[in-house]
Structures are given as structure tokens and as C-alpha cells.
């Protein structure tokens, strides 16, 4: 439904780019989205929601993880979605990050994470 953009009603800006969505799903996958949409922000009211701190991928597989997609984690997008995740008070996929961390953490790679 999000991929078709079928009634979608709230636009992701992120740099120059966009994601179409729903404002219920994000809602309910996020604690940051619930409470910009439900306060009256002027985002809840124009249908535009800039996040330009926030990398355009780590949000494309945010958004495409609350529609029901697995969250894709690897070594080279686990801190962008991180910290996406922990910005817009997504829990969930706060933990699966850190899971993701602790399951893959070597002596290789442990100073660089």
C-alpha cells in the first residue's frame, strides 16, 4: 500500500528527497510520529514532515520495516538506522540495532562500532 502510494497522507522529507506514508502506520510504529501527529504540530496539519538530520536510506528501510517489512540490518547501515531509530523513539528497531551489534561484535570490529 505504501510502495503504490494509495491515500497516503503525510510526506517524509529527508535532503531532497520524499517518502510517501501513512500517518497511522508511523503513528504506530513510533512514539515521535504519534506524538507530532496527535499535538496539532503544523507537520499534522500540512502533511509534510522534514527530518533532514535523518539519512534517507536508514529511513526508507524504517518506514518500509513499519509496513510490515523485515528490518534489513548489515555492518554498513546498522548505525544510520540506529540512529534514526532512537531520534524518532522507535524502540523496537532500537533493539533489533543492538542486537544486530552484539550478535556481529568482534575483536576485529569492536572499536570501530
Not at 514532515?49 to 555492518?75: M, P, T, W
Amino acid at each position: 500500500m505504501q510502495k503504490e502510494q494509495h491515500l497516503t497522507d503525510v510526506v517524509l522529507y529527508t535532503g531532497e528527497k520524499e517518502i510517501h506514508c501513512h500517518r497511522t502506520v508511523m503513528a504506530a510504529a513510533s512514539l515521535f510520529f504519534k506524538k507530532m501527529f496527535t499535538s496539532g504540530m503544523k507537520e499534522s496539519r500540512e502533511g509534510e514532515v522534514h527530518l533532514q538530520e535523518i539519512d534517507f536510506n536508514a529511513l526508507s528501510l524504517i518506514v518500509r520495516a513499519s509496513y510490515g517489512e523485515k528490518l534489513k540490518l548489515n555492518g554498513d547501515n546498522v548505525q544510520s538506522i540506529f540512529e534514526a531509530s532512537d531520534r524518532l523513539e522507535m524502540t523496537e528497531y532500537v533493539h533489533d540495532c543492538i542486537n544486530y551489534l552484539c550478535n556481529h561484535m568482534d575483536s576485529d570490529n569492536c572499536l570501530d562500532l
